[in-house]
């Protein structure tokens, strides 16, 4: 006797901020893969399909995503992970440079 069937899985890739086709809200999306894999014994061996959906975090609306559009994707949403402070270069004259410097104390000011 053979116990075969499939397995779904649910993988979320990353949280991507666009407006909802639906809501119009700007809301996060997550940007989520959806595996079926075969199963022989309840062991998963190989891939039947792979899908790619974003879910609206505000309405719950979820829309398909074609496979090329997927690492564009999450190239942006690695980007607005980074923040624009991982873009700036580093000030020279060492780590401590980017800091501006205290002034120095005024010895004719008193309290």
Not at 38 to 54: C, D, R
Not at 58 to 66: F, I, L, N, T, Y
Not at 68 to 78: E, K, Y
């Amino acid at each position: 006797m053979l116990i075969w069937g499939w397995q779904k899985r649910i993988h979320t890739l990353a949280m991507i901020t666009l407006i909802c086709g639906r809501c119009g809200n700007p809301a996060a999306h997550a940007l989520r893969k959806l595996v079926t894999k075969f199963t022989l014994f309840f062991i998963p061996l190989f891939p039947l399909s792979t899908k790619h959906h974003l879910e609206c975090t505000w309405c719950g609306a979820s829309s398909p995503v074609a496979g090329p559009q997927v690492p564009d994707l999450l190239a942006r949403a690695n980007a607005e992970s980074m923040g624009p402070a991982q873009y700036q270069q580093p000030a020279a004259g060492g780590p401590n440079a980017q800091w501006p410097q205290q002034p120095a104390p005024n010895p004719n000011w008193q309290r």
